[in-house]
């Protein structure tokens, strides 16, 4: 029998003798591999043809000694089934054409299965899953939390100061609940069926909820719909990860929505988080991502000061704060799992 991957166990809480290590965004464009892909095809076709989407997929697991992959895909693809136009475009990231403007929009956005708009994400999972299972990887399915959904739904693309989804929140309440009610239907569906197609684990992105609310804005407006999705998703019987970008300040609440494990970015220390939340909570996170752009002392450094803080516990997940950024060093990456992992 082969031993439970030591992502796993962590996961569960279960006792491990070093931390595992994945990287957000693992699979990107800071790897030539990736790269020399994205010359030939477009993010959308590549999530969208699922022989490329599992080819990627594996480009950092054939590389670095990592303990996870995560699926290739995005978290937007889910927005185009309700009816939403979505591109990638160079320079400027996603953007959705047809943004939520009025609360007739909100009435219009469909709630389709997954099996219908996401398939070819679901069959590269099953493609992937074969491969992986031989090298005893286990795989992470994902999608988006939905107030970062929301947030490029009604915005249209990325913000600044998220006016546009913060007055809608503000000035229609009750529009607003049927929006994030819609979020919570089509990602708890996507995320199951995930688990379905061989998904081990899942993750949850609130990437930019704590960068737009406070404390009672997110317990009120977020915190209900979030935890209704998490809940959704624990029947699945895989660990689930709740990563909440910019939540320092209010972590408290954020964890009051669930999930197996709760990933942080690094604005906030893990010393901190551990205080707050207790010896119990399993932490994933959350190394800097431009200390990887850093000499290898003081990159070393920082690695040192994730490992200590999380203080002991061994409940812990080696990762970033955010995910990997398009122009690190690849030497840094293999230098920080093998150090992480206590092979040098
Ligand atoms: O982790 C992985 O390897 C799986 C793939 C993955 C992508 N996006 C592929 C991608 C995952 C998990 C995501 C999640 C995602 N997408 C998040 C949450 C994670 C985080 O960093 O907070 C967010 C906010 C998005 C939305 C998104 N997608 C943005 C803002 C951008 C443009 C910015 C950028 O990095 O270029 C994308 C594009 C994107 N998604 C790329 C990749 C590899 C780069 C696109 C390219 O190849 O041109």
């Not at 107030?147 to 600044?160: D, H, K, V």
Request: proline share 7%; net charge neutral.
């Amino acid at each position: 029998m082969t031993a439970q991957p030591v992502f796993l166990k962590a996961c569960r809480g279960e006792p491990v003798g070093r931390p595992p290590v994945w990287l957000m965004r693992q699979a990107g464009r800071y790897m030539p591999a990736y790269r020399r892909v994205r010359e030939k095809y477009g993010l959308l076709e590549i999530i969208r043809t699922p022989e490329l989407a599992a080819e990627v997929t594996l480009q950092p697991i054939s590389q670095f000694p990592l303990d996870a992959a995560i699926i290739f895909s995005d978290i937007l693809p889910p927005l185009q089934g309700m009816g939403l136009d979505l591109t990638f475009e160079p320079g400027k990231g996603p953007v959705i054409g047809n943004p939520i403007r009025d609360t007739r929009s909100i009435d219009l956005l469909g709630t389709p299965p997954a099996t219908e708009t996401m398939g070819a994400t679901l069959e590269a999972i099953r493609l992937v899953r074969s491969e992986l299972t031989s090298r005893n990887v286990p795989l992470i399915g994902f999608a988006g939390a939905p107030f970062t959904l929301a947030s490029y739904a009604i915005e249209g693309g990325g913000s600044r100061s998220y006016t546009r989804v913060k007055s809608l929140m503000f000035r229609e309440p009750a529009a607003w609940k049927r929006l994030m009610t819609k979020l919570v239907t089509v990602q708890t569906d996507y995320l199951l069926r995930q688990v379905e197609a061989g998904a081990q684990a899942l993750q949850v992105f609130d990437s930019f909820v704590g960068l737009a609310l406070g404390p009672d804005d997110y317990r009120h407006n977020v915190l209900p719909y979030t935890r209704a999705l998490l809940q959704g998703i624990a029947r699945s019987g895989v660990p689930v990860i709740h990563y909440s970008g910019g939540t320092g300040a209010y972590l408290e609440v954020v964890n009051e929505a669930g999930g197996d494990v709760l990933s942080v970015d690094w604005r906030v220390s893990l010393a901190e988080v551990r205080h707050r939340l207790g010896a119990d909570r399993v932490l994933q996170g959350n190394l800097d991502p431009v200390a990887l752009f850093a000499p290898w002392r003081e990159l070393r450094t920082h690695i040192d000061t994730v490992l200590r803080d999380e203080g002991g516990t061994g409940r812990h997940i080696f990762n970033l704060g955010q995910g990997i950024l398009p122009e690190t060093p690849m030497e840094n990456v293999t230098r920080l799992i093998d150090y992480v992992k206590g092979e040098q």
